[in-house]
């Protein structure tokens, strides 16, 4: 059961960021509606009284003010080949005693189809920019050995390629984005490599399609025109790589019915030239603009912390830095609302997550971490900000899926586990493909050394079957708050994800230390009725 602290006066409220303009409005001594577990598990065996949770905050659901909708694909996913991301992570072989699916193992699909993975993305990531496709198709023991220069200096085996990749996502019923090499290749192959996946007229590249067992077009919905141009994709200069753009996407085509939405390289993170130079230049060579942003939490590249085991100063410094996305999607949407009013090009955050050194006596270049409670803290903040941009933002994709960076999978020889992010992305599903509804969270500030952020988050939306999703999260690692909300009528249930410590995590030997908790309903119908948000916490709640 998580304790918590005694109440201090809590501190001058501020914008919660996932809402509206805040109003400062709370109501003091109303009643918790403490929400029981289902698994026996209870947030707490008494009624809190305003001293033990400290907090209290009124959350405000403006549903006569709905918003855009929340595209599913916001919720997508990324993999490389990169560590044991793709080999171990996804791809055993047919040989394989780990059970597999045409060499994909069928534990991992299970887990990503509950999931519902919209969209994932291959193959880099910087990989990408140095990645001849002719290497991964026709018969598996003919293909190359090549080098992966990027990740770890090694053999590159070519097992898996553009065929088992359309058959994961056929798997897991995602769409696929692949990226093109525009670093180191051809104009050439690059056109070749979409009319082979996409185009259904016999010439020699279709033929040899067929000839490797796929006879109708694969669907090719997105397709990245590079990665990282300005660093791992060739060191580019903007006015450079939109020359560069306008070139390649030009060849980019569509084949028979297949449409195809070009993906520009976009910024990394905070580099708004790059994005004023590229839709000045090539504005209309691009469909979509990608943006890469990842959460480090320590002072440099170097010293970037550890997954668990870190310290409350650690703990802070990395969720202030997950709030830059909000800056971020901002600025970049502004110089994109002067470029493109109508909207025609999208933003995708076609990279984000969490990144700390590599867990103790693993690869340097595999960029293998574990995945605690803060890591899902941080996916549920970043969620909210995506829900807030979704007029402008069409997709974004955690970086990696499986086994590199912030997973939502983590995989040993047999086993498996799911990360606090799976859960965190398995909560919030319920808002994709919902409409936004706008809310305001006054928030206290949770403060500790230097470092000051809002304390709670909160992000809304509305089903097409009219079902009310509020997601709510509290960051403080001590602090619980109550939540009033009037406009929260009638039964409502809930999912919790908590722990006892900051660094909650699942490993192979403790596959549920932390996992939802699923809420019996309570009825918040009375208007001095509250709910409890315990600290370190995220709950979604639905009602009608
Ligand atoms: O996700 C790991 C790497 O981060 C990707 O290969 C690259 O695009 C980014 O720098």
Redesign the pocket.
């Known amino acids: 059961m998580p304790r918590f602290a005694l109440a201090r006066e809590a501190e001058p409220c501020r914008s919660a960021k996932a809402g509206l303009p805040t109003k400062s409005a709370v109501r003091a001594g109303s009643r918790p509606a403490v929400l029981q577990a289902h698994s026996g598990y209870a947030m707490t065996s008494h009624a809190m009284t305003e001293d033990e949770t400290g907090v209290v905050a009124e959350l405000t659901i403006f549903l006569d003010r709905p918003g855009a909708t929340i595209n599913r694909n916001l919720y997508g996913h990324f993999i490389?080949h990169?560590g044991r991301c793709i080999y171990d992570g996804l791809w055993v072989g047919e040989a394989s005693e780990i059970p597999n699916e045409r060499g994909i193992r069928s534990d991992v699909v299970r887990a990503l189809r509950q999931l519902e993975v919209p969209v994932l993305r291959w193959p880099?990531?910087?990989?990408a920019d140095q990645y001849c496709w002719r290497d991964g198709i026709g018969p598996r023991p003919d293909r190359p050995r090549t080098l992966n220069t990027h990740w770890g200096g090694v053999v590159e085996t070519n097992q898996f390629g553009t065929h088992e990749f359309m058959d994961l996502c056929e798997q897991i019923d995602a769409e696929p984005y692949v990226t093109g090499n525009l670093g180191s290749g051809t104009v050439r192959e690059m056109v070749q490599w979409v009319e082979y996946m996409t185009s259904d007229v016999d010439t020699t590249m279709v033929e040899m399609r067929r000839a490797n067992g796929r006879n109708h077009p694969f669907k090719l919905p997105y397709f990245g025109v590079g990665?990282?141009n300005w660093?791992?994709g060739g060191r580019m200069r903007a006015d450079y790589y939109a020359d560069q753009l306008r070139r390649y996407s030009s060849f980019v085509r569509n084949y028979g019915g297949n449409r195809v939405c070009r993906v520009a390289c976009g910024p990394n993170s905070v580099d708004y030239e790059w994005t004023e130079t590229v839709m000045s230049r090539a504005g209309s060579d691009l469909d979509a603009l990608s943006l890469?942003y990842y959460t480090v939490p320590g002072t440099d590249w170097n010293h970037k912390g550890a997954a668990t085991g870190f310290s409350e100063s650690e703990w802070i410094a990395t969720l202030a830095k997950a709030l830059v996305m909000d800056e971020l999607l901002t600025r970049h949407g502004e110089i994109l609302d002067r470029f493109d009013p109508d909207r025609r090009v999208s933003l995708i955050v076609d990279?984000w997550g969490t990144w700390y050194d590599v867990e103790p006596g693993t690869h340097p270049g595999f960029?293998y971490q574990q995945n605690s409670l803060r890591d899902a803290l941080v996916a549920a903040i970043t969620l909210g900000f995506f829900h807030q941009h979704s007029a402008r933002v069409s997709m974004a994709n955690l970086?990696?899926m499986v086994n590199v960076?912030q997973a939502v999978i983590l995989t040993e020889g047999d086993r498996m586990v799911l990360t606090p992010t799976y859960h965190v992305l398995e909560m919030y599903k319920c808002h994709r493909g919902a409409t936004l509804v706008p809310v305001e969270l006054p928030s206290p500030n949770y403060t500790f050394g230097s470092v000051q952020i809002p304390m709670l988050y909160a992000t809304a939306s509305r089903s097409a079957q009219g079902r009310l999703y509020v997601s709510l999260v509290n960051v403080h690692p001590h602090k619980a708050a109550r939540i009033v909300a009037p406009r929260l009528r009638g039964p409502v249930s809930g999912r919790l994800l908590t722990g006892a410590s900051m660094d909650v995590h699942n490993d192979f030997d403790h596959p549920e230390a932390i996992s939802p908790i699923a809420l019996s309903q309570v009825d918040l119908g009375s208007p001095d009725s509250s709910l409890l948000l315990p600290a370190k916490s995220v709950l979604v709640l639905e009602a009608d």
């Open positions: 490389e990169l880099g990531g910087c990989f990665n990282e660093g791992c890469h990279e960029l970086a990696q960076l």
